[in-house]
């Protein structure tokens, strides 16, 4: 029978790679950016939640379907 002390260097091992796997998968295929989908008018959009003052949270204004937009000024 194998210590759990043992094995602790190769779940660490392990995890990190699944870590760095998971992470350059999800970067190169890109399979989450139809997620994501553009408001229409989003110009009137964004003013009026100036307007309004959301609370702090996630939001996503400007939706840039590329990185490369996210250099655009807006």
């Not at 009026?48 to 655009?72: D, G, N, T």
Request: glycine content about 2%; overall charge positive; charged content about 20%.
């Amino acid at each position: 029978m194998v210590s759990l002390g043992s094995l602790w260097l190769p779940v660490l091992l392990s995890a990190g790679l699944v870590f760095i796997v998971s992470a350059l998968v999800h970067m190169v295929l890109k399979y989450h950016n139809s997620d994501y989908t553009r408001i229409p008018d989003e110009d009137v959009v964004r003013s009026v939640l100036r307007k309004a003052s959301p609370a702090p949270a996630q939001y996503i204004i400007p939706h840039c379907a590329e990185m490369k937009q996210m250099e655009l000024p807006r």
